[in-house]
């Protein structure tokens, strides 16, 4: 069985097992020992709760139960950009007329932003490739939003959620080839070992400040400016699901999109609802003949938030969930849990 819960100390070798399998793109989560161990204790640090919530950095993973393995990871760092510069393009357009001539033009641009500084950021989703089949992306992606429902007090207004850029089959990131390569003056997984490891004061140093014109770019990089990466394209569209969206900023390297939203306007503010376990439960839903469809189902403990999906449904305030889900959680009945359906829907039952 799977269930998604805080990270402890003991995952570490197992945590860089699975950032050997990413790949170039997601700065977040490099196959670092060290620069992954002190992660992993601020981590440790956030749900301990002895750090200040803009800086603490909540990781999750999704766990095999019967075998113990590591099946994914996800993220939420409480504030970005507070201790180190964050950069973004931000997408703008410039017009340009003549009356004299009959000429009007309008120009996209691109320009150096920190716009997005002090930002909730969803961040180092990654599923290991034996995993992703049924639900299981959905779980590890939506956990993330119910623990924000759960404790909203712990964010900020604004959430939002780089997403890995396009990349050509050999790896080769078209954007970065037509503009960053002509600043940094060096290849592109250099620069993202670099950003990786925070540092970024060269961004400042060698990127020109004046907006730049996406007309001058070659074809190639113009095209993929807010295109996402093949493998994160599914991931994009659980955030949309979620009420996130693009609103024209785009990472400075690879062009990949930055989605955005307002706290309380996701929908697992709005619709996800606590609920008490009760084994009595079931036979009331079976009585009101509700048709059951997945649900998340999480624990209300910072320390030791778990998360799993379930065929059980809430009624009334109340679910039923078997003795190996109670014990995925770390539940009794009588505990209260908090509920989301795993699809979004028009009419949730109350």
């Known amino acids: 069985m799977l269930v ?24 977040t989560l490099k196959p670092d020992m060290k620069m992954l161990g002190d992660r992993l204790a601020i981590a440790c640090a956030s749900f301990a709760e002895t750090i200040p919530p803009e800086k603490r950095d909540y990781m999750f993973v999704m766990e095999d139960t019967d075998t113990g393995r590591l099946a994914g990871v996800c993220a939420i760092k409480g504030a970005v950009g507070l201790e180190e510069p964050f950069y973004n393009y931000r997408i703008g357009t410039l017009v340009h ?34 995993y992703r089949s049924g639900n ?18 712990l964010f900020t207004e604004k959430l939002i959620a780089e997403m890995r850029g396009y990349q050509a089959p050999d790896g080769s990131s078209p954007f970065y080839e037509g503009l960053g390569r002509h600043f940094f003056k060096m290849d592109f997984h250099h620069v993202d070992d670099l950003t990786s490891l925070g540092k970024k004061s060269f961004i400042a140093e060698l990127m020109p400040r004046q907006p730049m014109y996406v007309a001058y770019l070659p074809d190639e990089a113009q095209e993929v400016i807010g295109k996402v990466h093949l493998s994160t394209a599914p991931a994009r569209r659980l955030l949309e699901q979620e009420g996130l969206h693009f609103e024209g900023y785009v990472d400075i390297f690879d062009a990949g999109p930055v989605l955005q939203a307002r706290v309380s306007e996701l929908r697992a503010m709005r619709d996800s609802m606590p609920a008490v376990l009760d084994a009595e439960a079931a ?30 449904n809430p009624h009334s305030g109340k679910i039923a969930l078997d003795d190996d ?15 989301l359906s795993l699809n979004p829907r028009k009419h949730p039952h109350v």
Not at 292 to 298: H, I, K, R, T
Not at 325 to 335: I, K, N, V
């Open 97 to 130: 007329s003549s009356r004299e001539l009959d000429v009007f033009t309008r120009m996209e641009t691109l320009y150096l932003s920190n716009d997005l500084t002090g930002s909730t950021e969803l961040c180092s989703l990654f599923l290991h490739p034996d």
């Open 325 to 339: 889900e109670l014990h995925l959680l770390r539940c009794h009945h009588g505990d209260t849990v908090r509920t």
């Open 283 to 312: 036979s009331e839903v079976c009585g009101d003949a509700v048709q059951a469809e997945p649900y998340l189902v999480s624990n209300t403990d910072l320390k030791d938030f778990r998360m799993i999906v379930t065929s059980a």
């Open 4 to 27: 998604v819960r805080a990270i402890n100390a003991s995952d570490l070798d197992a945590l860089y097992g699975l950032a050997s399998q990413v790949g170039t793109g997601m700065t």
């Open 136 to 153: 299981n992306g959905k779980l590890l992606s939506k956990s993330r939003f119910l623990f924000i429902a759960q404790f909203p007090h």
